[in-house]
């Protein structure tokens, strides 16, 4: 079992012990702390909580809310919800803060905690570590009865949420309605399954096939959206002669599209695409964290603009974002973050945005991807153990590639003329994310398979 904290928020598997799983006291403790926190440093009493489908999520949210109840705060509870909703529903309730309950892409026996600031963004490493500091001590008094907070319980975020998408000024419903296109959805029997459907009705898209649709949190497949996990999917383009596919996992934060030969369009090309058609109508700077594909910065120096690289994890790259003022951001992992939303990353902001442009286009999505830069990427990992020295391996592995283009800000990348490689141990899993890209699959795995093979001979 396990419980991971980090700048992702408190992650583990449910069922265990407390410390070493995500445990109802684990869960009871850390909600406190972080609701005494907003509390202290906003003046409001006003918290938002959302989940995802997974079947933990009642109950982590039963906990959750009435911790947040104990310590005199007023609950304003989502319910099944996203991510990006829950983002976008905290600064409109002017709330002091908010909580997502969602694993995101982990399988059903995870859940998580994510926090967010009076922002609807994630807190940062420092705020973070203070939340987990008093969630060890809970060095405070809870509230008396007459104090406790309330809950009210709120089903219009669904709404207000694609009525936010509908209004901004890049998504041309008119465009997508004309297009016709036909779509099919795998949101892994989660919250995307009535999401993602009636963000495609309103945007006028007319004939939908909903594939694990039903938000009943018993994921038909592993939920993270890769190729190897979408073959339904796949079969139901192919099967309705379907125009795109749509992926998102449980928190409708990634997105990932399916082109019309069933075929994925690419998870890293999610952004690029999304980018593309940002910078053809505004100009100015990207952002994607160092394990995201080259094919941004291409784009990026077509239009004019210049590309910037941040750590991974959403909060460094919003806050790179905001540094460089970039027009439009994200992850290789199908994380659109579009400002002129919100800064969060938002599968609805991204699935608008890009039929959109498709429908501008007015080219099947394989003639389009075809168009764009191409690269190819390969992304292994490694399983720690207790006894790997992370930091002394990387040191090594620095070492060996000085005299290469480099950067250590997050692990260790390795620029090379064609290639690059990314060494870095992950938020939220046990291990060692080792992500390479170049002209070919064939060059991009080889790189990675090289670099394996060099750690390999420094552990054994």
């Not at 690059?420 to 002209?439: D, Q």
Request: include cysteine.
């Amino acid at each position: 079992m396990t419980l991971i904290k980090s700048i992702s928020g408190i992650r583990g598997t449910i069922g265990g012990r407390q410390g070493e799983a995500l445990t109802p006291i684990d869960v009871v403790k850390f909600t406190a702390a972080f609701g005494k926190i907003l509390l202290r440093n906003a003046g409001n009493k006003k918290i938002v909580v959302g989940r995802d489908a997974r079947l933990s999520g009642e109950m982590v949210s039963n906990l959750v809310v009435g911790t947040l109840q104990s310590i005199g705060a007023d609950v304003v509870n989502l319910g099944l919800s996203t991510t990006p909703t829950v983002e976008i529903a905290v600064p409109m309730e002017g709330a002091a803060g908010g909580i997502i309950l969602t694993a995101s892409h982990n399988p059903g026996q995870w859940n998580a905690l994510k926090l967010l600031n009076s922002k609807g963004e994630f807190i940062n490493d420092a705020e973070g570590k203070e939340v987990l500091a008093l969630g060890e001590q809970l060095d405070f008094d809870f509230a008396e009865v007459g104090d406790l907070g309330t809950e009210i319980k709120d089903n219009s975020y669904l709404q207000k949420h694609i009525d936010a998408v509908l209004a901004l000024p890049l998504v041309d419903v008119d465009a997508i309605r004309a297009a016709n296109f036909s779509v099919a959805v795998d949101a892994v029997n989660s919250t995307g399954g009535v999401f993602i459907p009636a963000l495609l009705k309103a945007l006028g898209v007319q004939t939908i096939y909903p594939i694990h649709c039903e938000p009943n949190g018993h994921f038909p497949h592993n939920p993270e959206p890769l190729k190897e996990h979408l073959t339904d999917l796949s079969a139901a383009v192919l099967a309705n002669k379907a125009d795109i596919g749509i992926a998102v996992d449980p928190d409708v934060d990634r997105l990932v599209f399916m082109m019309e030969d069933g075929e994925l369009f690419g998870e890293e090309y999610t952004l690029v695409a999304v980018a593309d058609y940002i910078l053809e109508k505004t100009k100015g700077n990207t952002v994607s964290n160092l394990s995201s594909t080259r094919a941004l910065r291409d784009v990026t120096q077509k239009h004019g603009g210049e590309y910037f690289a941040a750590a991974v994890g959403e909060v460094n790259v919003v806050t790179k974002m905001k540094e460089v003022n970039a027009v439009i951001g994200g992850e290789g992992n199908g994380g659109v973050i579009y400002p002129d939303s919100h800064y969060g990353r938002d599968a609805l902001v991204g699935v608008a945005l890009f039929l959109s442009h498709l429908a501008k286009l007015g080219k099947k999505a394989s003639v389009y991807r075809a168009e764009l830069p191409q690269y190819y990427m390969s992304k292994n990992k490694i399983t720690l153990t207790p006894s790997l020295d992370i930091d002394n391996l990387l040191a090594k592995m620095e070492e060996k590639y000085k005299h290469e283009t480099y950067t250590n800000i997050d692990g260790l990348k390795i620029d090379f003329e064609k290639e690059w490689v990314h060494l870095r141990k992950s938020n939220t899993e046990p291990i060692i994310r080792i992500y390479s890209e170049g002209p070919s699959p064939e060059a991009a795995d080889a790189i990675a398979q090289r670099i394996i093979r060099e750690i390999e001979a420094i552990i054994a």
